[in-house]
């Protein structure tokens, strides 16, 4: 799902001496969906749209916006490796910029906070990072007896050379209490990609690598950010870095933080600019 939105913006002040005051740049935002979800501001079953009215205010400030189906989405879950699946943010970066982006934030809830994470961490090209609610936590998910079975099978699967067979796998929604159960349909090497601790979906250890401002808004009412005080304490520090706490659900984190996001990409945008 993409959506452009532009707005024309009349030049305020006064250069000085003739000098021409410095643009700001066009940014374009890639914003990504949860574990087993779809696109953000996409209605679904329940009638909910999670992230709508973030995606809404960003639009309001005159940022374009590109939401895309990831890989792990209720469609598509674990069809690509985790690594794999930045093909997918780097598809959106390219129409951001085919669209009039000249820099790039990258973004999302959940998963896709996580991912917005990591691929910063790996990846130059973009000037900060939205973090919402980032929850997918393979350490946890490898502590779960049936979890921690199918990794160990999953890995065998890939020794005898059988990584790339698609099998049924458990898999659990560790953002809220008690972890929802469901299963995947994924080759070994996608399972073990995104639930071994020691694998590039486990993001803790790519916290301390990224070297661009980012924003982590975490919800009062969210397990799984017990713990993200700290790990946000992870990140570089950096004068742009914010850490935002709302009265939120997981799934109501963006949405309760759009005002303070907005903020913050105005702020990035001026320190661009200057």
């Not at 374009?28 to 996409?42: A, E, W």
């Not at 590109?66 to 390219?94: G, K, N, Q, V």
């Not at 999302?108 to 991912?115: A, C, I, L, V």
Request: glycine letters at 12%.
């Amino acid at each position: 799902m993409f959506v452009i939105v532009r707005i024309l913006l009349a030049a305020a002040g006064l250069a000085f001496a003739g000098v021409p005051a410095a643009a700001a740049p066009t940014i374009g935002i890639v914003l990504m969906h949860g574990i087993n979800g779809i696109p953000f501001g996409t209605t679904g079953p329940t009638g909910r749209a999670t992230g709508g009215a973030l995606v809404d205010a960003l639009h309001q400030a005159g940022y374009i916006v590109d939401t895309p189906e990831m890989c792990w989405s209720h469609r598509r879950i674990y069809d690509e490796a985790f690594t794999d699946c930045f093909a997918d943010l780097d598809a959106a970066i390219a129409r951001l910029k085919a669209h009039g982006a000249t820099a790039i934030v990258v973004g999302g809830q959940s998963m896709g906070g996580n991912t917005a994470l990591g691929y910063a961490a790996t990846h130059a090209g973009v000037i900060g990072v939205i973090a919402c609610a980032p929850a997918h936590d393979a350490a946890t998910l490898g502590r779960i007896p049936v979890i921690a079975a199918a990794l160990r099978g999953a890995k065998a699967a890939i020794g005898a050379g059988h990584g790339d067979d698609v099998q049924t796998f458990p898999d659990r929604d560790n953002a809220r209490p008690g972890g929802p159960a469901f299963t995947v349909q994924a080759s070994a090497k996608a399972y073990v990609s995104f639930i071994d601790p020691g694998g590039p979906a486990n993001i803790r250890g790519d916290l301390g690598r990224i070297r661009v401002p980012v924003v982590w808004v975490a919800g009062t009412q969210d397990p799984s950010q017990r713990t993200s005080a700290d790990e946000f304490a992870r990140i570089p520090a950096n004068p742009l870095n914010r850490y935002v706490s709302v009265q939120a659900t997981h799934l109501e984190t963006p949405d309760a933080g759009a005002g303070a996001i907005v903020d913050w990409l105005n702020a990035l945008s001026g320190a661009q600019k200057s």
